[in-house]
């Protein structure tokens, strides 16, 4: 089992960056995947990107790509979110999420741990 907190979140102004973090306790976080969703009020969750275990292999949602990368540091069990360009339109609480089986990585039904979320406020 894995227990993942969140940070990073805040207020920015369009244009600007925020970097998100995950850490999660255990001694097996390099077997999980990794994915970062988010939701908006009133919406559904969505994937925003996603790592694999070995970091071989990085998944993006089409609405961040070029401007979000995610990475992982298997030595301190955390992985991140740089967010670069942010929109209004990226408000929204940002989950981290971690997944032991296979699966679609863009899928939330493939990952059987959550994080609390972190809220990331972009005005205009």
């Known amino acids: 089992q894995v227990q993942l907190v969140e940070s990073g979140g805040g207020l920015v102004q369009a244009g600007g960056s925020l970097r998100l973090s995950c850490a999660a306790s255990?001694?097996?976080?390099?077997?999980?995947?990794m994915g970062w969703f988010r939701q908006a009020p009133g919406n559904e969750r969505q994937f925003v990107a996603a790592?694999?275990?070995?970091?071989?292999?990085?998944y993006y949602a089409d609405s961040v790509r070029g401007r979000f990368t995610i990475s992982r540091d298997n030595a301190k069990n955390t992985v991140s979110l740089q967010m670069n360009s942010l929109k209004p339109e990226d408000t929204a609480v940002y989950y981290c999420?971690?997944?032991?089986?296979?699966?679609?990585?863009?899928?939330?039904?493939?990952?059987?741990?959550w994080g609390q979320g972190t809220q990331v406020t972009v005005s205009s």
């Open positions: 790592i694999t275990r070995s970091r071989g292999s990085l």
């Open positions: 255990g001694r097996t976080f390099s077997s999980y995947a």
């Open positions: 999420a971690a997944a032991l089986v296979s699966g679609s990585l863009t899928l939330r039904s493939t990952y059987q741990y």
